[in-house]
C-alpha cells in the first residue's frame, strides 16, 4: 500500500517533469531532524552539485533555519560557479515552510532562479 507520503512526493515530481519541457536542473531537498540536504540533478537523474549541513563544522547554538540559510547560500555559489542559474525546485513531499522554504529563498537570494 501507498503511503500518504510517497503519494506527496509523487505528486510533485510529476508536477514537475510535467512543467520542466526546457530541461533545467533539479534541486531536490531532502531534510532530517537535525541536517538539512540539497541536490542538483539533470534530467538524466544524475547528480551535479550537492550540498548538505554535513559539509560544514556548525554551531551547536545556530538553529534548523539559520542552517537552512548557509544551505541554500553555500549551494547557490556552488551553482553559479558550475556555471548553472536557472533550476527548478523540488520540495519533495516537504510543506513548503520551515527549514525548506528558507533554503528556497536564500537560494534565490544569492543568484539561483527558479
Avoid: W
Amino acid at each position: 500500500m501507498i503511503t500518504s507520503y510517497e503519494r506527496r512526493k509523487f505528486r510533485t515530481r510529476k508536477k514537475i517533469a510535467k512543467s520542466n519541457k526546457s530541461g533545467r536542473p533539479i534541486a531536490s531537498v531532502h531534510r532530517s531532524n537535525t541536517h538539512i540536504y540539497i541536490q542538483l540533478l539533470d534530467t538524466g537523474g544524475k547528480v551535479l552539485q550537492s550540498f548538505s549541513t554535513l559539509n560544514f563544522e556548525e554551531e551547536k547554538k545556530i538553529s534548523g533555519i539559520e542552517k537552512a540559510k548557509l544551505v541554500g547560500k553555500e549551494f547557490a555559489s556552488l551553482c553559479l560557479k558550475g556555471g548553472t542559474k536557472d533550476i527548478v525546485f523540488d520540495k519533495g513531499a516537504y510543506a513548503y515552510n520551515g527549514r525548506v522554504k528558507a533554503l528556497a529563498e536564500s537560494c534565490r537570494k544569492f543568484g539561483l532562479q527558479f
